[in-house]
């Protein structure tokens, strides 16, 4: 099979995603104090203690986090049931699709609410297993995210499957393993890639819609939680320079991850 080249437009996305990662990781993380004593946009009169910079920049982090570890699991859960779908196959396989049809008919942000809410009450009263607010989120995204990638995984292998080398091996004698090893992996990575990058703005929208309406307690803030505690700054004089540029890096997050999952995704399939 013919390797897949990487777009332009995903090298776009991807480099702009590193750029944010790197931002966010050395202002927010490493260089804090830098953003307390020079940040040109003053203090967020909502949060005195901190600049607008200190809490948008630490926001992005770690929403850039939840994304990349919500990510993460989703898409190895859905591959995993993917995979065990097309080694079971048959009646197997039909009714873990239909499991997976219903579980990807769920509303997220209000599913995500409803765990968000029932698991904060655990950890309220110390039953939460370990878990903190960034593990629930994670959980909590994982559980509604993984859907999606597991039909779009079992589709592709299925398509994978029928292609004319997959056959010709498995008529040499090549077993499964030997198969997904050397054919059919090799061919699935790029997907893997792209399925991952599509759940980066799904999972990172998600968790700042919910956390914007009060209902997750991120601590440190994201930028979802961010927004919500500060957009009543902008009853004061001047106070767009306070939500504009959480906004800002929001939406620029998101369009990173787009631009990168689309054009990688349109890759694959024309490989």
């Not at 995993?80 to 942000?109: K, N, S, T, W, Y």
């Not at 859907?147 to 004319?164: D, H, K, V, Y």
């Not at 030997?178 to 990575?189: E, K, S």
């Not at 939680?225 to 997050?253: D, F, H």
């Amino acid at each position: 099979m013919r390797a897949a080249r990487i777009p332009k437009r995903a090298w776009v996305g991807l480099g702009l995603l590193v750029g944010l990662g790197l931002a966010s990781w050395l202002a927010g993380r490493v260089f804090p104090e830098a953003l307390a004593h020079t940040c040109p946009l003053g203090r967020d009169p909502t949060h005195p203690d901190r600049t607008v910079c200190e809490l948008a920049f630490g926001g992005l982090w770690v929403s850039l986090v939840i994304g990349l570890a919500a990510g993460g699991v989703s898409t190895a859960v859905g591959l995993g049931v993917a995979m065990a779908a097309r080694a079971a196959g048959g009646f197997v396989e039909h009714q873990i699709l239909r499991a997976v049809d219903a579980f990807f008919a769920l509303p997220d942000v209000l599913v995500v609410m409803v765990l968000q809410l029932a698991g904060q009450s655990l950890l309220d009263a110390g039953q939460a297993g370990g878990l903190g607010p960034f593990g629930l989120m994670v959980v909590s995204l994982a559980l509604v995210g993984w859907a999606g990638p597991a039909r779009m995984f079992r589709n592709r292998l299925a398509t994978l499957e029928g292609q004319e080398f997959v056959a010709a091996s498995r008529a040499l004698g090549a077993g499964r393993w030997h198969l997904l090893r050397l054919h059919l992996w090799p061919a699935l990575r790029p997907f893997v890639l792209a399925v991952f990058l599509s759940r980066l703005p799904t999972a990172i929208l998600t968790e700042s819609t919910v956390s914007f309406f009060g209902i997750a307690r991120m601590e440190p803030m994201s930028l979802g939680r961010y927004l919500g505690t500060s957009y009543a700054a902008l009853i004061y004089e001047g106070g767009s320079r306070v939500v504009l540029p959480a906004w800002g890096l929001l939406v620029l997050l998101v369009l990173g991850a787009s631009l990168a999952s689309q054009a990688l995704g349109a890759g694959t399939r024309r490989a």
